[in-house]
T-cell receptor
């Protein structure tokens, strides 16, 4: 069964450093998402991406965040200058949305630890 | 304010019994709801969805009920198994998914 993959599984970085989290969505999917989950809390929407542009973003997704689809397979989330409060699990998801199917498939996540 | 929320943070069920996990939502314009299962160390896994023009939808061992009058959603798991042990989230939205707080389901032997 096709699945979303994410690398790395765990990233430790110092406050103020830039990090790039990588995702490979399911190959025929056209809609891509990032979510985050602070330890013990609910999953929060960050951004959705379609047709090479952001379609919606949350208030969490400020100027420090950016997304990119650099090639036909990868989808990345960049945090320019990490803060302690950016420590969380970051999940990538993708969906097809063809024929009214809205199911989003989530990757296993990247645990980001900012020290 | 929160648009979807669960009633109980934890639920303990005897193996083999049926589990019922409840959820309330506040936005009467919400038209698409999803239940996700999250096992420890993994991402959310889609279980079942329901659109607002339906009251009930069944999958394999799972049933989702939607009561639009009281803005209530429930997930029923039949014959609960140890592998059902996880955190369950109700959520709404087609593109931007809004997750509720989870209910941790414990399976008692």
């Amino acid at each position: 069964e096709p699945e979303v993959t994410q690398t790395p599984s765990h990233q430790v970085t110092q406050m103020g450093q830039e990090v790039i989290l990588r995702c490979v969505p399911i190959s025929n999917h056209l809609y891509f998402y990032w979510y985050r989950q602070i330890l013990g809390q609910k999953v929060e929407f960050l951004v959705s991406f379609y047709n090479n542009e952001i379609s919606e973003k949350s208030e969490i997704f400020d100027d420090q965040f950016s997304v990119e689809r650099p090639d036909g397979s990868n989808f990345t989330l960049k945090i320019r200058s990490t803060k302690l409060e950016d420590s969380a699990m970051y999940f990538c998801a993708s969906s097809d949305q063809g024929q009214g199917l809205y199911e989003q498939y989530f990757g296993p996540g990247t645990r980001l630890t900012v020290t | 304010g929160e648009s979807v929320g669960l009633h109980l943070p934890t639920l303990s069920v005897q193996e083999g019994d049926n589990s019922i996990i409840n959820c309330a939502y506040s936005n009467s314009a919400s038209d698409y709801f999803i239940w996700y299962k999250q096992e420890s160390g993994k991402g959310p896994q889609f279980i079942i969805d329901i659109r607002s023009n339906m009251d009930k939808r069944q999958g394999q061992r799972v049933t989702v009920l939607l009561n639009k009058t009281v803005k209530h959603l429930s997930l029923q798991i039949a014959a609960t198994q140890p592998g059902d042990s996880a955190v369950y989230f109700c959520a709404e939205g087609r593109d931007k998914i809004i997750f509720g707080k989870g209910t941790r389901l414990h399976i008692l032997p």
